[in-house]
């Protein structure tokens, strides 16, 4: 028997729009836009669904990508009765991750990364920071190459072929020119506002600790997976320290995912805007080792209501 997991979207897969099609479908869901607004102090319906500049913004971006990605996650449950035997997130989705493994509630995930938003984009000032997208080129030379340029880092680890740098703008773009000229396809500048997964941004985990002082987790109802290790998180008490770390440290997501298929995990269901996951996905199992725990994969997408009732349909033929 196969297992279950629910991943979740990080920052950039944000849209304006995303979640309207839910929110339309559901008193609930309606009620829980409603109560955010109350949590957040502004209109995060107006900000996700109507045309405007603040949800790319990175303090308007996690509470919104959280929000919907839970949402849906809430929808997906109540109608299919599917369930997680273990979720994970890429960034700022480990927090709806965290969530659906039952250590807060939708309301407390929302509050604690719009504070979380806050501090990454108060930690570095805007320009100073850069991230950037290298394609085509092996995890092992991009690390040697990057280990050589003073101020640039490494951020995540996607799937094959994909590694995106972080750190110092000037760092980033001279490692970049080392990466091409290391045979790299391309290395592609990402539209962020800082550099995220740096340790540029200690003093916003070290901000981010204090706020964390004053949660209280409750018990995991399954395990979910921490970026910062590509393992498994069990108790509630590593949470807090994970997370403060996780804010400054490298995403091991494609370890996450393999460790995932390792443990038998056939169903990934991506929930939240896009399919970005589902592509690492593809790009993951053409490259592991054991084909015989890859042949029987399937990825489900949820974003829409119709993706709720094809993913019923497909779970219970």
């Known amino acids: 028997m196969g297992k279950t997991a629910f991943i979740y979207p990080g920052?950039?897969?944000?849209?304006?729009?995303?979640?309207?099609?839910l929110y339309d479908s559901s008193d609930a869901v309606r009620e829980l836009y409603s109560s955010a607004c109350d949590v957040l102090g502004y209109n995060i319906s107006e900000i996700c669904f109507e045309e405007n500049k603040l949800l790319d913004k990175t303090e308007y971006t996690q509470p919104a990508m959280v929000l919907?990605?839970?949402?849906?996650?809430k929808l997906l449950k109540e109608r299919t009765g599917l369930k997680a035997d273990i979720s994970a997130g890429l960034s700022l989705g480990e927090y709806s991750a965290i969530a659906e493994a039952g250590a807060m509630d939708i309301l407390e995930a929302v509050s604690l990364v719009s504070i979380r938003g806050k501090l990454m984009e108060e930690a570095v000032p805007e320009g100073r920071g850069a991230m950037a997208a290298v394609l085509g080129l092996d995890q092992k030379t991009i690390e040697e190459i990057v280990s050589d340029t003073e101020g640039a880092y490494i951020a995540n680890y996607n799937c094959p072929g994909q590694t995106v740098i972080t750190g110092r703008a000037e760092a980033v773009e001279k490692a970049a020119e080392k990466l091409t000229a290391g045979g790299a396809k391309r290395v592609v500048k990402l539209n962020v506002s800082g550099p995220f997964h740096s340790p540029l941004l200690e003093t916003a985990g070290e901000r981010l600790s204090q706020v964390l002082s004053q949660s209280e987790f409750k018990a995991?109802?399954?395990?979910?997976i921490s970026n910062v290790t590509g393992d498994y998180v069990r108790d509630k008490e590593e949470i807090k320290p994970l997370l403060v770390r996780q804010i400054s440290s490298s995403v091991r997501w494609q370890q996450s995912i393999e460790l995932m298929i390792e443990e038998g995990v056939d169903t990934f269901v991506e929930i939240g805007p896009g399919k970005t996951l589902s592509g690492f996905m593809k790009k993951i199992t053409r490259s592991f080792e054991n084909k015989d725990k890859v042949e029987n994969i399937r990825v489900l997408n949820i974003e829409k209501p119709e993706d709720i009732e094809k993913a019923g349909g497909i779970l219970n033929a």
Do not use: D, F, N, V
């Open 68 to 73: 919907m990605e839970l949402a849906a996650t």
């Open 11 to 21: 920052q950039g897969a944000q849209y304006i729009g995303m979640g309207r099609e």
């Open 220 to 224: 995991l109802s399954h395990p979910y």
